[in-house]
Antibody
Framework: QMQLVQSGPEVKKPGTSVKVSCKTS????????VQWVRQARGQRLEWIGW????????NYAQKFQRRVTIARDMSTGTAYMELSTLRSEDTAVYYCATGVTSFRSWGQGTLVTVSS | DIQMTQSPSSLSASVGDRVTIICRAS??????LNWYQQKPGKAPNLLIYAASSLQSGVPSRFSGSGSGTDFTLTISSLQPEDFGTYYC?????????FGQGTKLEIK
């Protein structure tokens, strides 16, 4: 059974960075892709980017291109998403999910709050 | 970016009703369209992929159709557990984009 378990909630000040982890189990991590999506309160889902785990290749939404880094640690089966230069508009629940063309299994979400 | 627009934004229906949600893309996306259900405080759950393929474990009362720019999600006989918000998502090209959601309430 596919499982993705994310790190806990974060409170950050504007201008700082946050790193969210996504630990996977129940499938072959090296043959997968991990997507990152966020959702601000009451808003639609917003795609951030993805990583092809085997090659380490990434693809980011242009909106986040300059501020986001998605990485993976194949030894622990964990993917990471780091977002820098945080602003209040980045307050949202951040999700990881597996899949290339559809998001088949999801983490439970990590609430990131950006507040001075 | 490809814009995804759903209608209606919300609806209320009774148990046993047939429910239809529409999703329209701003350009042709072939059949590269997925549907998700999200319940309050939870992650989305994949229902339909590639416009009409039922994800494993999803009840057969859910079905999807369409291609090009116009797509439909249908629930053939609404059940109490079907409340939530439904999103369409295109994977024709990046950035992958989602519709604004359709909030379904049970009368």
């Amino acid at each position: 059974q596919m499982q993705l378990v994310q790190s806990g909630p974060e409170v950050k000040k504007p201008g700082t960075s946050v790193k969210v982890s996504c630990k996977t189990s129940g499938f072959t991590f090296s043959n997968s892709a991990v997507q990152w999506v966020r959702q601000a309160r009451g808003q639609r889902l917003e795609w951030i980017g993805w990583i092809v785990v085997g090659s380490g290749g990434t693809n980011y939404a242009q909106k986040f291109q300059r501020r986001v880094t998605i990485a993976r640690d194949m030894s622990t089966g964990t993917a990471y998403m780091e977002l820098s230069t945080l602003r209040s508009e980045d307050t949202a629940v951040y999700y990881c999910a597996t899949g290339v063309t559809s998001f088949r299994s999801w983490g439970q979400g990590t609430l990131v709050t950006v507040s001075s | 970016d490809i814009q995804m627009t759903q209608s209606p934004s919300s609806l209320s229906a009774s148990v046993g009703d047939r429910v239809t949600i529409i999703c329209r893309a701003s350009q042709s996306i072939s059949s590269l369209l997925n549907w998700y259900q999200q319940k309050p405080g939870k992650a989305p759950n994949l229902l339909i992929y590639a416009a009409s393929s039922l994800q494993s474990g999803v009840p057969s009362r859910f079905s999807g159709s369409g291609s090009g720019t116009d797509f439909t999600l249908t629930i053939s006989s609404l059940q109490p557990e079907d409340f939530g918000t439904y999103y369409c998502q295109q994977n024709y090209n990046t950035p992958y984009t989602f519709g604004q959601g359709t909030k379904l309430e049970i009368k």
